[in-house]
């Protein structure tokens, strides 16, 4: 299953305690996701640094669990807002007889 995860910030969180070392063990973090076959895609918003990613996985809940183990959400810096996907079931109507 596809799931959109889209980065919301923490509105408390100051910009200074995103640290260099920090931010090195993200991209760590999100390149092992990627590497696993997890992570598909990711993306920041092209308005605002915020993260927009694809993951594949059994269910939310599961997407859920590996984005917690990202450094900036177990600091408590940003939080996802998970959206499972199911295909688009229109185009059948495309095939369908009488059409």
């Not at 910009?15 to 090195?24: S, V, W």
């Not at 640094?49 to 984005?67: F, K, P, W, Y």
């Not at 900036?72 to 959206?83: D, P």
Request: hydrophobic share 40%; proline share 7%; glycine share 8%.
């Amino acid at each position: 299953m596809k799931v959109l995860a889209v980065e919301r910030p923490v509105p408390s969180v100051e910009e200074g305690r995103f640290t260099e070392d920090l931010l090195r063990d993200e991209a760590a973090k999100v390149w092992e996701l990627q590497q696993s076959g997890i992570l598909r895609e990711c993306y920041f918003r092209a308005d605002r640094r915020e993260a927009v990613l694809v993951l594949e996985c059994g269910s939310g809940d599961e997407a859920q669990r590996h984005l917690a183990d990202l450094p900036l959400v177990r600091a408590g810096m940003i939080q996802f807002e998970v959206i499972p996907l199911r295909p688009y079931p229109g185009f059948a109507r495309l095939f369908a007889p009488g059409t």
